[in-house]
C-alpha cells in the first residue's frame, strides 16, 4: 500500500522530492497494515581510498513516535532490498544516521561517517527505507529532498570544548583530524 514515489505532492526545492504515498503518489500520505519499502540508487564510489564521507538530505516526516519512521542505508551494490523486510546490518550493510521520525517540517540532515576501505573502487548502493506498523497514521510520513552524497577533503576535528572564557575573549581544545599536522 505505501511507496515511495518521486513526485510534486511535496517537495522542500524547487518541485519535486521522493516521498512515501498510498495513492499512487498522489499525496505524500500513509495508511493500512505494516509495511516496509525501500527507494535506492546505485552510487560509485572513487577508487582511491577513502576516509570520511558526507551525506546531506532534507527531510521530514512525522509517523507513530517509535514506530513508522525512515532509516538510511549504504549496502552492496549485491543486495537488492525487498518489500516487506526491513535491512538490518552487517555483511557490508551500513545504516547511516538514525531513525529518522518526529520531523513536521523540512530539515537538513547532515551525516559525517567514515567510510571503510573496501568500498574504495566499488559501486554501493544508497537506500531510504520506509517502515510503518499498522495502528496510528500521524501525517505526513517520510519525504526526502535534495539528496547530497560527497567525500570529506579536510576533515573536521573531534572533541571541541571550551577550556575557558573572559570578558573578550575564549579557549577552545579539540582533537585534530587524523593525518593533519599540528600548527607550530
Same mark, same amino acid.
Given at each position: ?10 517537495? $522542500? ?8 504515498? $498510498?495513492? #499512487? ?12 519499502? *525501500?527507494?535506492?540508487?546505485?552510487? #560509485? ?7 570520511? /564521507? ?8 512525522? =509517523? #507513530? ?18 518489500? =516487506?523486510?526491513?535491512?538490518?546490518? =552487517? ?11 518526529? *520531523? ?7 551525516? %559525517? ?7 574504495? =573502487? *566499488? ?8 517502515? +510503518? +506498523? ?13 539528496? $547530497? ?10 572533541? /571541541?570544548?571550551? %577550556? ?10 579539540? $582533537? ?9
Amino acid at each position: 500500500v505505501n511507496k515511495w514515489f518521486v513526485g510534486g505532492a511535496t517537495f $522542500n526545492s524547487p518541485s519535486q522530492s521522493l516521498y512515501i504515498s $498510498n495513492n #499512487e503518489g498522489v499525496s505524500n500520505a500513509y495508511g493500512g497494515t505494516t509495511s516496509t519499502t *525501500q527507494a535506492y540508487r546505485d552510487i #560509485e564510489m572513487p577508487a582511491t581510498t577513502l576516509g570520511q /564521507l558526507h551525506l546531506s538530505f532534507d527531510w521530514k516526516g512525522i =509517523g #507513530e513516535n517509535n514506530a513508522d519512521y525512515m532509516r538510511v542505508w549504504l549496502v552492496p551494490i549485491s543486495f537488492t532490498p525487498t518489500p =516487506g523486510n526491513q535491512i538490518t546490518a =552487517g555483511a557490508g550493510r551500513m545504516q547511516i544516521g538514525t531513525n529518522y521520525t518526529q *520531523q513536521v517540517t523540512w530539515k537538513t540532515e547532515n551525516v %559525517v561517517f567514515t567510510a571503510p576501505a573496501t568500498w574504495s =573502487g *566499488q559501486t554501493l548502493r544508497l537506500v531510504f527505507e520506509w517502515r +510503518n +506498523n499498522g495502528s496510528t497514521f500521524n501525517l505526513p510520513p517520510a519525504a526526502v529532498d535534495n539528496i $547530497n552524497f560527497s567525500i570529506v577533503t579536510c576533515s573536521a576535528p573531534s572533541n /571541541l570544548a571550551v %577550556v575557558s572564557t573572559t570578558e573578550n575573549a575564549a579557549t577552545f581544545s579539540w $582533537n585534530a583530524p587524523t593525518g593533519t599536522a599540528p600548527d607550530s
